[in-house]
């Protein structure tokens, strides 16, 4: 499915979600499955390394999870998980005792909304590029139109629900910050410095 000879169109570049303590790789990964499933989307696993050193265990893996809504339209999320420091450990959350690991985490998200007229004209090189450059800047199918908000759909919901998870495993205290720490986590997100402050 992923050929070269696709027109590719960037919609969500380098979102990232980090988390630093407790969690379970098993829940997450069968959280994304769900998400995928319930999205309509064919898994498929690119990559996966795993070091192990003193300090932990060291893994990467990296998803291309791929849905076909026509023939010629193909919409692809590519999902990278970084582990670093990974150690086994028991806790207890929410009144039950849990295997669980400790480290750090890093979830980058990347989508791609793909095109293939040639398979769905069997086109000219000319005919090909007209068509491209009309449905560039002159018209859009509905059906083309709506697939790249259903990728940034479909990508945000699988964020939300890895936040919603990662939350879980949080401490009271940490699960509730302050102001200002709400304050410094919306700065780094709006990219203002000046926000919140009173003239």
């Keep these: 499915m992923l050929d070269t000879k696709y027109e590719k169109t960037l919609v969500i570049n380098n979102r990232e979600i980090k988390h630093s303590g407790v969690f379970s790789i098993e829940e997450l990964f069968n959280l994304v499955n769900k998400c995928l499933v319930e999205r309509g989307y064919n898994k498929q696993e690119k990559k996966s390394e795993e070091t192990v050193s003193p300090e932990g265990r060291k893994i990467y893996i990296e998803l291309r999870p791929f849905k ?102 949080k401490s009271p205290l940490e699960a509730h910050p302050g102001e200002e720490e709400v304050r410094r986590v919306a700065e780094e997100e709006m990219g203002k410095e000046d926000f919140g402050k009173e003239e």
């Design 68 to 169: 076909d809504k026509t023939n010629y339209i193909h919409l692809v999320i590519k999902i990278k998980f970084y582990f670093e420091g990974i150690k086994d450990v028991v806790k207890t959350i929410e009144g039950e005792k849990k295997s669980l690991q400790e480290g750090k985490a890093s979830i980058v998200f990347d989508a791609w909304y793909m095109t293939d007229w040639q398979a769905r004209w069997n086109l000219t090189p000319f005919v090909y590029f007209m068509k491209a450059l009309v449905n560039k800047f002159l018209y859009s199918y509905p059906q083309e139109g709506n697939a790249k908000g259903e990728l940034s759909s479909d990508t945000a919901y699988i964020v939300g629900q890895i936040k919603t998870l990662l939350h879980h495993y």
